[in-house]
């Protein structure tokens, strides 16, 4: 068994769902469920044994002591985390005690378990925790990608206690030598995406003909990795890398927001014409948002070289594949914004909800 944290978030249970769509391997799954977990994505694993679902809380030791106990993991991935920009400069306390008093309590409850397995047991054992390329800060034009020696240069609250978790996690392997890994991903994008990140912000204010409110001039550069293609990486890292190590994932696919808009409106002019005009009519330039980085890029070679993956999907294709879903399950998208889905929830995990 894996113990997978936040696994009813965006990324998370896409990595659930992925993981026992290509193996018979359980999953314990501890989430929160705060505003961004919806376990409504996991309808069609509704009565499978594979999926062992807790809700509960990262800080809470005694939980994790009881669930490493009773269930024995192999592995623990650990997605959990608070990580909108925007939420953490207007509320950077809950960012601090979920990415760094939260990663501290596991890896105390990690290293505890890890402490008293086998030999054999403890060899095997991986602690992956799940990162961002924000921690190394703000390219300029023409600089040279991130790669996993870049100083680190955080300038948000989320990106500064994302950075503050990376340290923690790197420490418990130098000191204690507990086999972490550790991987620093770029924007993910796909389905399942909670609307208050770009993308599917876009796309559901454009279908419902709001305005799509574009930061600054709109030229902040991001590099798009398509989230199965994350998922993808994070098993072959799971399988294959070092412990101590670090790992770039990035999709090699710059884009400025503005771009990301205009792509995203052409496809829906295709997909879901308006009769009213075309989407872009609905682009609206606001104020910037405070230390907004310029741009992010990840050099995803040292990944490649080491672990053969590249990226199965180009930008065109993720975001037609992207843009797609959300057409297809506009149901999906309602009861989030509504709430609806924490009825859902109710219904089906009673208590858990």
Same mark, same amino acid.
């Given at each position: ?22 193996? #018979?391997?359980?999953?314990?799954? =501890? ?21 062992? *679902? ?49 990663? *501290? ?87 399942? /995406? ?73 496809? =829906? ?15 609206? *330039? @606001? ?41 297809? /399950?506009?149901?999906? @998208? ?8 924490? #009825? ?10």
């Amino acid at each position: 068994m894996i113990l997978v944290t936040g696994g009813a978030g965006f990324i998370g249970s896409n990595f659930v769902l992925d993981w026992l769509a290509q193996s #018979d391997e359980p999953v314990l799954n =501890l989430d929160a469920l705060t505003y961004a977990g919806n376990m409504e994505n996991f309808a069609a694993l509704d009565g499978d044994p594979r999926h062992v *679902f807790v809700h509960g809380d990262i800080c809470d030791r005694a939980l994790l002591d009881r669930l490493l106990a009773e269930h024995r993991p192999r592995a623990v991935l650990h997605f959990a985390a608070e990580s909108h920009v925007d939420r953490s400069i207007h509320g950077p306390a809950a960012f601090v005690r979920t990415n760094v008093e939260g990663t *501290f309590t596991l890896l105390e409850a990690a290293r505890a378990h890890w402490s008293r397995l086998s030999d054999a047991e403890r060899a095997a054992f991986r602690f992956h925790h799940v990162s961002t390329d924000e921690v190394y800060g703000s390219l300029e034009p023409g600089e040279p990608a991130f790669t996993e020696t870049h100083l680190y240069q955080p300038n948000s609250p989320y990106s500064a206690s994302k950075a503050a978790s990376d340290h923690l996690v790197r420490a418990w392997f130098h000191t204690y030598g507990l086999p972490v890994l550790t991987t620093n991903c770029s924007n993910n994008y796909g389905p399942f /995406h909670f609307p208050e990140k770009l993308i599917p912000l876009m796309i559901v204010s454009a279908l419902a003909g709001k305005p799509l409110p574009i930061y600054g001039d709109g030229l902040n550069v991001r590099d798009w990795l398509y989230v199965k293609d994350h998922c993808s990486a994070i098993r072959a890292v799971l399988a294959g890398g070092r412990p101590g190590e670090v790992y770039n994932i990035g999709g090699w696919n710059e884009r400025t927001n503005r771009q990301i808009v205009d792509a995203i409106c052409a496809l =829906l002019d295709e997909l879901r014409p308006d009769p009213a005009g075309a989407h872009r009519r609905l682009i609206k *330039f @606001v104020t910037d948002r405070p230390g907004h980085d310029r741009r992010y890029a990840i050099d995803a070679r040292k990944i490649e070289r080491e672990l053969g993956w590249r990226p199965a999907e180009s930008f065109e294709t993720g975001i037609r594949k992207t843009v797609q879903w959300y057409l297809d /399950h506009q149901g999906w @998208v309602e009861r989030v914004q509504s709430g609806a889905y924490r #009825d859902w929830l109710a219904q089906h995990y009673g208590a858990a909800a």
